[in-house]
């Protein structure tokens, strides 16, 4: 039951359904103006977004036929750091002279985190080039594993996987954009049709 002025209008779903089936046209030019306009978005108007992914592994030397579990323990100990120098100024200044790459949008596009219960960095970059995502891994990599060998001689760090152009992008498909207009504007086109059915229905008791 809903109110209208204060007056109780009696629902009922059968005659909201039979209500919204006379008026299926119109729904149906709903759902096809979203997918229209939420594809053109999409394919015409959404900057493209290109991913890359590098990896970098803290390695542990054997002893006895297993690994130093205090290495290990010192990997561990450190891996925070390294993300912090891996943003830090000192390494993306260089990489941004090296690439030509305005600072502010290199820190923007780069996140570094730590794969869970392991001892690899994994180093993701974000662009609208996917070349110059590509890149960008790569040379921070290769930054990175400079610093810590020169500055503090540390060698038990190896690149596991280097970044590679990607072919697609990251943003959503065509299909997705699609079917996300096609949803929302269906969903639009009931509350529409419901506000309507409600004030008809309104109108039609206050005669009675």
Do not use: W
């Not at 100990?77 to 993306?92: A, C, H, P, Q, R």
């Not at 891994?137 to 152009?165: C, D, L, R, Y």
């Not at 943003?171 to 059915?197: D, E």
Request: charged residues 25%; hydrophobic residues 40%; aromatic residues 10%.
């Amino acid at each position: 039951m809903k109110t209208r002025n204060d007056k109780v209008i009696e629902f009922s779903f059968m005659e909201y359904i039979k209500y919204l089936h006379r008026n299926i046209k119109v729904l149906m030019f709903f759902v096809i103006i979203g997918v229209i306009l939420f594809g053109t978005y999409n394919e015409f108007i959404k900057s493209k977004e290109y991913k890359s992914i590098g990896q970098i592994m803290l390695t542990a030397n054997m002893v006895d036929g297993k690994y130093d579990s205090d290495q290990i323990s010192s990997n561990k100990s450190v891996i925070k750091n390294y993300i912090e120098l891996i943003k830090g100024t000192d390494i993306l200044s260089t990489v941004s002279k090296k690439l030509n790459i305005d600072i502010d949008t290199l820190e923007s596009s780069i996140t570094v985190k730590n794969e869970v219960d392991t001892q690899v960095l994994s180093i993701t970059v974000l662009t609208d080039n996917p070349k110059l995502s590509k890149d960008i891994v790569n040379e921070v990599m290769n930054q990175f594993i400079s610093k810590v060998k020169t500055s503090f001689g540390v060698t038990n760090i190896e690149i596991i996987k280097t970044g590679i152009e990607a072919k697609n992008t990251t943003s959503p498909t065509l299909m997705n954009s699609i079917v996300t207009g096609m949803t929302l504007a269906f969903l639009f086109g009931l509350c529409f049709f419901f506000v309507k059915y409600l004030n008809i229905k309104g109108k039609a008791d206050e005669l009675s």
